[in-house]
Nanobody, 124 residues
Framework: QVQPVESGGGLVQAGGSLRLSCAAS????????MGWFRQAPGKEREFVAS????????YYADSLKGRFTISRDNAKITVYLQMNSLKPEDTAVYYC?????????????????WGQGTQVTVYS
């Protein structure tokens, strides 16, 4: 059974930073792309960032480029999301997901295993 587990969420003042982590086991982690998504209250889940199986390629939501960075450590079977210059509109539950294939992708339907989410709240 594959179960990504997120950690690192919390309460942060606008302009601050957080680093989310996601550990995944149960599948050959290093051969699959990983992604981060978020969902704010009353809104649909949206794509944040994705990283290829090797970590050599990444893809970001246009609105988040330059502030968020995705990375992975296959030896630790963990993917990270570094979030800088946080804004109140970044407040959401952040989800980690394991892709069905090796290449980065923004499509929710390309992911088949999801974590339970971690809450990020940014206050002004």
């Amino acid at each position: 059974q594959v179960q990504p587990v997120e950690s690192g969420g919390g309460l942060v003042q606008a302009g601050g930073s957080l680093r989310l982590s996601c550990a995944a086991s149960g599948r050959t982690f290093s051969t699959y792309a990983m992604g981060w998504f978020r969902q704010a209250p009353g809104k649909e889940r949206e794509f944040v960032a994705s990283i290829s199986w090797s970590g050599g390629r990444s893809y970001y939501a246009d609105s988040l480029k330059g502030r968020f960075t995705i990375s992975r450590d296959n030896a630790k079977i963990t993917v990270y999301l570094q979030m800088n210059s946080l804004k109140p509109e970044d407040t959401a539950v952040y989800y980690c997901a394991l892709s069905k294939g090796p290449m980065e992708t923004p499509r929710l339907s390309d992911y088949d295993y999801w974590g339970q989410g971690t809450q990020v709240t940014v206050y002004s």
